[in-house]
């Protein structure tokens, strides 16, 4: 089973940027769809961005387009998230999720899951 690991969170001040990153060992994290889900004190887990396996893709939600990047280095196993022009309510748990076919905005449609990155973004 792959494990994902989320590392790049932290406190930032609005307006600021934070870049986030999830590591997959294993050969095969080049073929999978990656996404960036989060989830704000008392809220559900909602879809962020999502990038396909070759990185020639690349979906976002209405919230975060225009502030949020996807990309990948399928060299180093890794997905990033860099998120510009941050906002209080980008607060929230980010998680790192891995698709084996087809990832789309559903967290259903994902298998693989990491622990969590904490960002927080002070007003």
């Known amino acids: 089973q792959v494990q994902l690991v989320e590392s790049g969170g932290g406190l930032v001040q609005a307006g600021g940027s934070l870049r986030l990153s999830c590591a997959a060992p294993?050969?095969?994290?080049?073929?999978?769809?990656m996404a960036w889900f989060r989830q704000a004190p008392g809220k559900e887990r909602e879809f962020s961005a999502a990038?396909?396996?070759?990185?020639?893709?690349?979906h976002y939600t209405d919230s975060v387009k225009g502030r949020f990047t996807i990309s990948r280095d399928n060299a180093k196993n890794t997905v990033y998230l860099q998120m510009n022009s941050l906002k209080p309510e980008d607060t929230a748990v980010y998680y790192c999720?891995?698709?084996?076919?087809?990832?789309?905005?559903?967290?259903?449609?994902?298998?693989?899951w990491g622990q969590g990155t904490q960002v927080t973004v002070s007003s």
């Open positions: 990038i396909s396996w070759s990185g020639g893709t690349t």
């Open positions: 999720a891995a698709s084996r076919r087809r990832g789309g905005t559903l967290i259903r449609e994902y298998d693989y």
């Open positions: 294993g050969r095969t994290f080049s073929i999978y769809d």
